[in-house]
């Protein structure tokens, strides 16, 4: 990935940990031209897109669509059900006919970690692979979204406290930001079930209990319960959770009058957060689906800009 005037030129984007910091503030900054109506695009000639989703997805799978159709891109449609995928047909051999065929970009979400790993280093499939969530492993996208809600709202990211609460282990978009956020110079810290943290993170912040770190942060960062990756856990209880670790009411109070709350959603309800919080002053959760357009219009632009 090159960086040259503000132009973020990109191969793949497969991974946060493969961004410099002049990247991620070069697509965050083209991200807001856009949204503000202030970016100048122009296609050099025909390029096709491929959004392939392997698990559910709405605001991942629609916003890559309407990015790609804001930008022009002609839109090829995929679905993995009635794909060969079904024939027992692996990911690659897919990847491999979609670049033969001339797809320039493959937007992919897949069940399994590092699936792109085969991809990007093959020396025959030319298609461009972007990350649409893989497994546990990273959620680039999302990442560079919440990214840009922060940075329009603080316009920095040095020293602001940030705490990532939740299903933290199994969360992509908690080990995509962690990283990069810990770079970028702000103060992390984790909240939860420690059941559902690993010491490995202790690298990037710390494990604390949300009362004692609520009134402090700028940024409380919320993650999804994922119920299918808990199937076994049959004593789970949505209300002890939310007593013991959601926002409520009273936790909200207690937020700064600057802070912001900021989940990826799709949300649980009276879990991860009080029904009557979700579109609160204080929250930006419609804010990040509404940039989620627009950065993934500055991420497709930088794959493109690395195929001109």
């Given at each position: 990935?090159?960086?040259?005037?503000?132009?973020?030129?990109?191969?793949?984007?497969?991974?946060?940990?493969?961004?410099?910091?002049?990247?991620?503030?070069?697509?965050?900054?083209?991200?807001?031209?856009?949204?503000?109506?202030?970016?100048?695009?122009?296609?050099?000639?025909?390029?096709?897109?491929?959004?392939?989703?392997?698990?559910?997805?709405?605001?991942?799978?629609?916003?890559?669509?309407?990015?790609?159709?804001?930008?022009?891109?002609?839109?090829?449609?995929?679905d993995a059900k009635t794909s060969s995928v079904n024939k027992g047909e692996t990911l690659y051999d897919t990847i491999l006919t979609m670049s033969a065929l001339g797809v320039d970009i493959c937007v992919i979400r897949h069940s399994e970690d590092e699936y792109y790993q085969e991809l990007i280093d093959s020396r025959t499939i030319q298609t461009s692979i972007v990350n649409g969530g893989d497994g546990s492993g990273q959620h680039p996208s999302q990442s560079l979204?919440?990214?840009?809600?922060?940075?329009?709202?603080?316009?920095?990211?040095?020293?602001?406290?940030?705490?990532?609460?939740?299903?933290?282990?199994?969360s992509r978009v908690a080990k995509s930001n962690m990283q990069i956020l810990k770079r970028l110079g702000a103060e992390l810290y984790f909240t939860g079930p420690e059941e559902w943290y690993d010491s490995a993170f202790d690298v990037y912040g710390h494990h604390v209990a949300i009362d004692d770190i609520i009134d402090q942060?700028?940024?409380?960062?919320?993650?999804?319960?994922?119920h299918e990756r808990h199937h076994s856990e049959k004593s789970f209880s949505k209300e002890a959770y939310h007593e013991q670790f959601g926002l409520d009411q009273e936790r909200y109070n207690k937020l700064k009058s600057s802070?912001?709350?900021?989940?990826?959603?799709?949300?649980?309800?009276?879990?991860?957060?009080?029904?009557?919080?979700?579109?609160?002053?204080?929250s930006r959760i419609v804010a990040q689906m509404q940039n989620g357009v627009f950065v993934r219009m500055a991420i497709l632009e930088a794959i493109l800009n690395g195929k001109a």
């Open positions: 990935m090159t960086v040259t005037d503000g132009v973020v030129s990109l191969k793949h984007l497969v991974t946060m940990e493969t961004l410099t910091n002049e990247d991620v503030l070069g697509i965050i900054k083209r991200g807001i031209a856009f949204k503000n109506g202030a970016a100048d695009f122009q296609l050099s000639r025909q390029y096709f897109a491929a959004n392939l989703f392997f698990e559910s997805s709405t605001r991942t799978h629609k916003s890559f669509e309407v990015a790609e159709k804001k930008l022009g891109l002609d839109v090829i449609e995929f979204l919440d990214l840009m809600t922060i940075y329009q709202e603080f316009g920095r990211f040095d020293g602001l406290k940030i705490a990532i609460s939740g299903d933290i282990t199994h942060v700028d940024v409380l960062m919320l993650l999804r319960v994922q802070a912001i709350i900021m989940h990826p959603a799709p949300v649980n309800r009276d879990v991860e957060i009080a029904d009557q919080l979700v579109e609160a002053p204080k």
